[in-house]
């Protein structure tokens, strides 16, 4: 008998989950149809969670191994598995709109998918909410296997073998010039990932792709240019979009294989947003997938 309440949520992926608390630890049985249903939606939804960052935690450690937050690592060493998206900072105070930390955070407004700038990128993020803005600050995801699924056969085939370059330094850089510290551009070099990926368990494809994605290997810029940017503009349009309005106690996971997600903004003079994010280490390089 399944342990989940699954509810689909949009056409061509995600689902709303219920049946479950993800305070306790999870037996065999349950991890296993989550681990299921992420392969099959791509992104959870998990209504009504009332965590803390040793549960997050915690519930990570179940789905895989926690992956390192790239910005105090890179920048002085440090090993921490949160990110803090929002403006609340530790001591409970909150930045405005014109705070380097919240202008740096809008690098997170352009589509992309979580750590593709890494050797390693990231399988999955978890995203715990805690206080969200009464306007704006929702986060829209579109699949990247739905997108794959609408070309040709021709274009399928062509971009199939192709290997594009993911560089932090310069989807940063779109944000501002300095954005990025000389020891963290240093310690996230770009790599070079697959541009179609597929599913281990469905083999099911998709491309891979977003603002990290600067080139492709081995071709003109501006010919690698227009097949990324064409790719990604096929893959978001509004109609294929699921904008999630965050509530208070939402925990939802996505798949940083096969999504791309942007956030929308929101008036942080005005409001407080505070959430947690952790995320799940990738199997290995893509291009040994």
């Not at 440090?78 to 709109?97: A, E, M, R």
């Not at 492709?216 to 690698?224: D, F, L, M, T, V």
């Not at 208070?248 to 942080?268: F, K, M, Q, T």
């Amino acid at each position: 008998m399944a342990i989940l309440n699954i509810e689909p949520i949009h056409g061509d992926f995600g689902a709303r989950i219920g049946g479950i608390d993800l305070r306790q630890p999870l037996p065999p049985a349950a991890l296993g149809e989550i681990q299921t249903a992420i392969d099959d939606f791509s992104f959870l939804h998990f209504p009504g969670q009332p965590l803390d960052d040793d549960r997050q935690l915690a519930f990570t450690k179940q789905l895989g191994a926690p992956e390192e937050s790239h910005v105090p690592l890179g920048e002085s060493g440090t090993v921490t598995y949160f990110g803090t998206i929002g403006n609340v900072q530790p001591d409970g105070s909150k930045l405005g709109n014109d705070h380097r930390k919240t202008k740096f955070l809008t690098g997170n407004n352009m589509w992309h998918s979580d750590s593709s700038f890494r050797a390693v990128p990231a399988r999955l993020s978890i995203m715990c909410a805690y206080e969200v803005p009464e306007t704006g600050g929702s986060t829209e995801f579109v699949s990247l296997r739905a997108a794959h699924g609408r070309l040709d056969g021709a274009t399928q085939a062509r971009i199939d073998p192709l290997v594009a370059i993911h560089d932090y330094v310069f989807s940063r850089s779109k944000v501002a010039p300095d954005a990025v510290s000389p020891s963290l551009a240093a310690s996230l070099p770009p790599v070079p990932q697959k541009l179609v990926r597929a599913n281990p368990r469905t083999g099911a494809k998709n491309y891979y792709l977003g603002s990290h994605a600067k080139t492709i290997q081995g071709w003109n810029n501006n010919e690698a240019r227009a097949l990324l940017d064409d790719l990604q503009n096929r893959a978001t349009r509004p109609e294929y979009s699921h904008p999630h309005a965050w509530q208070p106690e939402d925990l939802v996971i996505w798949d940083n294989r096969c999504l791309l997600h942007r956030g929308s903004g929101y008036d942080a003079d005005k409001y407080r947003r505070y959430m947690r994010q952790t995320r799940v280490r990738g199997d290995g390089p893509t291009l040994q997938e």
